[in-house]
Each structure stands twice: as structure tokens, then as C-alpha cells.
């Protein structure tokens, strides 16, 4: 398994990771983890190791970091496109090398049936793609996002767009099966019913989040959003919505609170006189208690991105509490939160009807009528990572079962 993000880095992507590393030898496999050494990254967290097998073998490359200080130089310098100077695919190119050095390496020693790689960064199956084709060993490519597509790419320079695009339909040719965790993502040389192409969402692992976690509790509405906020990332339609709230005289200041749980990497977030807290980054499970003890929970996404689908929508109907979903009508999570009468959807660009829904949740609460959704067991039942560990088991199955290519030789 290639995972550039593994514990101690931290994020939606580690989770995902983590949770098929913890759950894989249910189902026959043996995984062997390729990771980094660096720890250039936003977010660590120890606490995930605990759901690390005993005996887990995690090898960890070397990074050059030669393209990452010239790039931060250049952004400091005012240089366009300083962050490409980092190198291609995308700032982790630095770890190709020692990756696939390593991997081979680690092919050669283990005789492992099955290779599966897990981007972003898309470093991760470029490395993947050169191990498959020196040792021609079967390979499985997980798109937690797009690349060529993704929505928040920013300001590519000329030509990087059609590379990104080249190689990414290398990695459709030369995988022996595709894993999404969007179903309708755009892939180049995948398209959605493809025989190939397998969705496999992001999930939730009940032992993280018990019946007995501690519910809502203090004197005033907490209305929380657990991520980052960054880029269009930023919760404006929801902000937007507090303050006209408060302008009308719906709610007072010191009845309610906008919690934000995670990195904040965006100027300023403007509720009017209503409270904005931030915690900064927190780890997994203190996250999960956090959406527990709010009242509702928001899901944002913008229309930039109508089909990226926030990992965390899973934890948050399984604590059974409302979900105020602001994302595109075809985002998944908008059509979960409906199919499963888990709280309100409006897209962004509804303004009227977001704020009719924080309004409608705030009143029910102060009514003392706002109850819990009857989310958690379908949602269990559907998204368990077990579950969804054993559909990743069956797909690495019917890629060892394949005749292997010959390898490229050196």
C-alpha cells in the first residue's frame, strides 16, 4: 500500500488509509505500508496509530526537498505559479524516487500479490505506476479525489493541465482496477459503469463513535462545522445567512454559536454579532466528540466542486445529529442527508432557503424539539468501514487473480 498521508500525518485522507490497514487482515490480506519520512504537512495526529495492526510493516522513503524550498522562496518573492516550482505532479514529486526505490525493493523481498496506491498527492500513483511496471505486479489505483479534474486546482500553468491529463490516463491504461470515493468523479480514461472503475466511499468506523458519546449540552444553539476551511472552502452562504438571522432579530447574540473545528486557513469568518469560535485543529477522536456535543452540523461544499463529497458526512449522521447540507443538489452528501430525512439541503446559491433552515433548527431547539435523526443505524449498516474494507478485498482478489504483465525492466 502506497499512502503518502499515514499516521502520525492526519486528515480525511489518513482515515481512509487507516481504517482499510485496520480492517484488510479480516479479509485475507497482509498489508505492508510505503509511506514518507517527511512531515511537512498541516496536521499530525499519534492517536491514529491505534488502529494500526500489531506488527504492521511500515517502510517510510526519503523526500528531496530541494523543489519545496525553491518554491517557497518564490511564493515569498511574489513569483507566479511559485507552488509548481515544487515540481510535477504536485509539491510530494520528491518523493517519486526513493518511493519507487523502496517499493521495488520491498517487491522483490515480499513477493506481495497486489499493489494498491492511494492519491493525492498524485505523486503517490506515479511512484505506484513505475513500481507496476518494473515488477509487473497487479495495481490497484484509489482516487480519494480527481486529479486532472479537481475542482480546486489553482491557476495551473500552461501545459500542466495536459500533463496532468496524460498521466492520469496512463494510470487508467496500466491499473488493473480504479477505486473512487465519488461515484460521478471525472477520471481521465475512467468513466462512471466502467468495468474497471469500483466506487468505494469514505465510511465510519463504529468503534470511533459510540452510542454513548456525550450529546448537546450549554445555553446556547452550537452549530458546528469539523474541517478546514480554506479557498472557497469557507462557509460564506451559511455566515451570510447568521447575519441577515441577526439582523431580523431571529436570534440574539449569545443564543447561538458558529463552532469551527479544524485549520481555518481563510481572512476572516463574519457571523454579525453572533459568535464565531474557532478550536484550531483538534485530533480523530476529540473531532468526533465535537459533533457530538453540537446541536446540528454543517456540510459545505461549493458550487465549484458540485461532486466532491466531505469524508466527515459519514461520521455525522452516524452521531445522529441534524445536518444543515449546503453542497449542489448531485453532491452525494446532499442526496444522503435527504434519502435519510437527516436534516435540511439547500444549494449555495439558495440563500432563502439556508436561512430558513438554520432558522427552522434554531427554533425547534429553543422549543426544546429538535431531536436526533434516525440516521446512525442505516448509516452503520451501509458505510461501516469493515464494510467497506471487505468490497476493497474483493477488488484486490480479482486483481491478484489476473494474468500479471511483463515487467519494464529497469
Not at 472557497?232 to 431580523?248: G, K, N, W
Not at 436561512?355 to 424539539?369: P, Q, V
Not at 474483493?394 to 500479471?404: G, I, Q, T
Amino acid at each position: 500500500m502506497l499512502a503518502y498521508h499515514f499516521p502520525p500525518l492526519a486528515g480525511g485522507g489518513v482515515q481512509r488509509s487507516v481504517k482499510f490497514v485496520k480492517y484488510l487482515p479480516e479479509q485475507g490480506w497482509e498489508p505492508t505500508v510505503l509511506t514518507t519520512s517527511a512531515r511537512l504537512y498541516h496536521a499530525e495526529d499519534a492517536t491514529l496509530e491505534a488502529d494500526l495492526p500489531p506488527g504492521l510493516r511500515v517502510l517510510r522513503a526519503p523526500e528531496l526537498m530541494l523543489g519545496r524550498r525553491v518554491a517557497g522562496r518564490a511564493r515569498r518573492a511574489g513569483v507566479p505559479y511559485a507552488p509548481y516550482l515544487a515540481g510535477w505532479p504536485d509539491r510530494e514529486a520528491g518523493w517519486i524516487p526513493g518511493a519507487v526505490r523502496a517499493g521495488v525493493r520491498a517487491v522483490r523481498e515480499l513477493q506481495p500479490e497486489a499493489i494498491y496506491s492511494s492519491a493525492p498527492p498524485a505523486s503517490t500513483h506515479m511512484a505506484a505506476l513505475a513500481i507496476h511496471r518494473l515488477t509487473g505486479v497487479p495495481w490497484v489505483a484509489d482516487f480519494r479525489d480527481p486529479w486532472a479534474n479537481y475542482a480546486f486546482h489553482n491557476g495551473r500553468p500552461p501545459g500542466f493541465a495536459a500533463a496532468d491529463r496524460g498521466a492520469e490516463r496512463a494510470v487508467s491504461r496500466h491499473a488493473s482496477q480504479l477505486l473512487v470515493s465519488a461515484e460521478f468523479a471525472r477520471i481521465e480514461g475512467s468513466e462512471p459503469g466502467d468495468a474497471q472503475r469500483t466506487f468505494i466511499p469514505n465510511g465510519v468506523d463504529p468503534d470511533d463513535i459510540p452510542e454513548d458519546l456525550p450529546g448537546p449540552s450549554g445555553s446556547r444553539f452550537r452549530l458546528s462545522f469539523v474541517g478546514s476551511l480554506y479557498r472557497s472552502i469557507d462557509c460564506a452562504p451559511i455566515l451570510a445567512a447568521l447575519r441577515r438571522l441577526a439582523e431580523r432579530g431571529v436570534i440574539a447574540p449569545g443564543e447561538l454559536e458558529l463552532r469551527v473545528v479544524g485549520n481555518v486557513g481563510i481572512p476572516e469568518l463574519d457571523a454579525g454579532p453572533l459568535d464565531v469560535v474557532r478550536t484550531g485543529y483538534v485530533d480523530h477522536s476529540t473531532a468526533v466528540r465535537e459533533m457530538a456535543a453540537a446541536h446540528a452540523l454543517v456540510c459545505y461544499v461549493p458550487a465549484a466542486a458540485p461532486q466532491n463529497t466531505p469524508g466527515k458526512i459519514y461520521e455525522y449522521l452516524a452521531t445522529g445529529r441534524p445536518v444543515l447540507c449546503v453542497t449542489s443538489a448531485a453532491n452525494y452528501a446532499y442526496r444522503l442527508v435527504r434519502e435519510l430525512e437527516a436534516g435540511a439541503c439547500a444549494e449555495p446559491h439558495e440563500h432563502e432557503r439556508i436561512e430558513a433552515a438554520i432558522e427552522d433548527l434554531f427554533l425547534r431547539w429553543k422549543a426544546g424539539t429538535l431531536a436526533p435523526t434516525g440516521a446512525r443505524a442505516p448509516v452503520l449498516e451501509r458505510f461501516s468501514r469493515q464494510q467497506l474494507t471487505r468490497r476493497l478485498a474483493e477488488v484486490l482478489d480479482s486483481a491478484a487473480a489476473a494474468p500479471r504483465s511483463a515487467a519494464a525492466g529497469p
